[in-house]
């Protein structure tokens, strides 16, 4: 098949999501949505990462030198997609329902909903030369997995139909992992702002 050059994209390169979980300074969580997120090798599986721009995540990251990467699934998009949205300097990002515990090795939080977290401990910054652009390489310190895809009869098409993975592109659309369309950035979120927006006014803010 003849190729041609075309503009530089990742329009059919579609990556897997995760949202980052990180602690601020007074102990409380925050979450944010990433996708700039693979996989390189020290002695062991390790995890490479981008962050652009300027973030509280990065920001927390920096400072702890931990985090948690938690994959994002349709049953969670809504909620993913909130924490791509809103700002994680505002006081009220997260007055949002969400379950999220500490993680079983690092002090992180950890996104309930995700099927699978990486407990990540930075282990080199790398800068690209703009500011507030890294590359994060991170060892993976601690994996959990919910333990109903730990059972070893389970094929490789059924984890990943059970897992219902999202995924993205250049587009700005979300994707299922079998090419289902599931909305576009920023339009899942509205889901969960209309929730955030009905309890400020019962609080009268």
């Known amino acids: 098949m003849k190729k041609v050059s075309v503009p530089t ?54 400072r702890n030198g931990v985090f948690s990467a938690n994959l994002v699934t349709e049953n969670n998009l809504p909620l993913a997609d909130y924490f791509g949205t809103a700002d994680g300097r505002d006081n009220d990002k997260m007055d949002v329902s969400v379950e999220w515990e500490k993680g079983a090795v690092l002090s992180v939080p950890i996104l309930c909903s995700s ?62 992992w079998d090419g289902k369309y599931l909305g576009k950035w920023h339009e899942r979120a509205k889901e969960i702002k209309a929730n955030v927006e009905i309890g400020a006014a019962a609080r009268g803010n």
Do not use: H
Not at 49 to 57: H, L, V, Y
């Open 9 to 62: 994209t990742n329009d059919i390169c579609p990556q897997t999501l995760f949202v980052y979980g990180s602690m601020n300074e007074n102990g409380t969580p925050n979450f944010g949505l990433f996708c700039w997120f693979s996989y390189c090798w020290f002695e062991q599986l390790g995890v490479i990462c981008a962050i652009g721009g300027s973030k509280r995540t990065l920001e927390n990251i920096r």
């Open 115 to 176: 099927p699978i977290s990486f407990e990540l401990e930075i282990d080199k910054e790398i800068s690209t030369g703009e500011k507030d652009e890294v590359v994060l390489l991170c060892r993976i310190r601690n994996t959990l997995k919910d333990e109903c895809f730990v059972d070893s009869s389970m094929t490789s098409e059924e984890i990943f139909k059970a897992t219902a993975a999202v995924r993205t592109c250049v587009d700005c659309d979300y994707w299922s």
